[in-house]
């Protein structure tokens, strides 16, 4: 079993490929609420570790790739 610094540790060499909910909406340039609201409404990939939400860096933009021009909803709110 690994201790709890080992895998903060762990985590953090992965924080290229993994993001944070400030980090993507920076990157997305949408207001953190928006973005928690496609969480909650599963529109954009996620997963949580624990009770932490994360984002594959790969999986967003592939999300971005196949949902561009084909919704309306998400693109330039704010």
Do not use: C
């Not at 985590?11 to 953190?32: C, Q």
């Amino acid at each position: 079993m690994i201790s709890q610094s080992e895998r903060k540790e762990f985590f953090e060499n992965l924080s290229e490929d993994i993001l944070t909910i400030e980090e993507v909406s920076v990157w997305l340039k949408v207001k953190e609420s928006f973005l928690r609201a496609l969480i909650y409404q599963h529109r954009i990939p996620f997963f949580k570790l624990g009770r932490l939400v994360r984002f594959r860096k790969r999986d967003l933009e592939k999300w971005m790739a196949s949902s561009s021009g084909n919704d309306s909803q998400t693109g330039g709110q704010e």
